[in-house]
């Protein structure tokens, strides 16, 4: 995928953000890369006989928590930088309410001195 269509792809909003050009071709970190990866069949019928769906749903949980962890810390990260509840929601694609409820909680979430819940 070129840099121009990792664009296309954004909401207007996002297009002009830092990074928007690495969406397709991440630099090289110090730490290494983090990254999820699972495939599966778009008609899962083909799993059939192959792969018990339990085994599916065990790994796909654990996916879904190794992300959940990742994107905590991503709105930790943005709200240290000064970023509102309004544009974490927005980014996430829900409310801010439904942002601040799910991760205002998390230890690592440190409210902006002027703005502890917008």
């Known amino acids: 995928m070129t840099d121009e269509a ?12 830092l990074g928007v050009a690495t969406l397709s071709n991440p630099p090289a970190f110090k730490s290494g890369t ?7 069949p778009e008609d ?19 996916l879904q928590a190794r992300v959940e962890e ?3 810390a991503l709105v930790a990260m943005a709200r240290s930088q000064g970023r509102s509840w309004s544009e974490i929601g927005r980014a996430l694609g829900v ?21 502890s819940s917008a």
């Open 6 to 17: 990792s664009r296309e792809k954004l909401p207007e909003w996002a297009r002009n953000l």
């Open 44 to 62: 899962l019928t083909e799993l059939e006989g192959v792969t018990d769906p339990l085994l599916l749903l065990l790994n796909g949980a654990d």
């Open 95 to 115: 409310s801010k309410q439904t942002a601040w409820e799910r991760y205002s909680a998390d230890s690592r979430v440190r409210p902006r001195s002027s703005d």
């Open 34 to 40: 983090w990254s999820v990866n699972a495939a599966l």
């Open 70 to 72: 990742r994107m905590a």
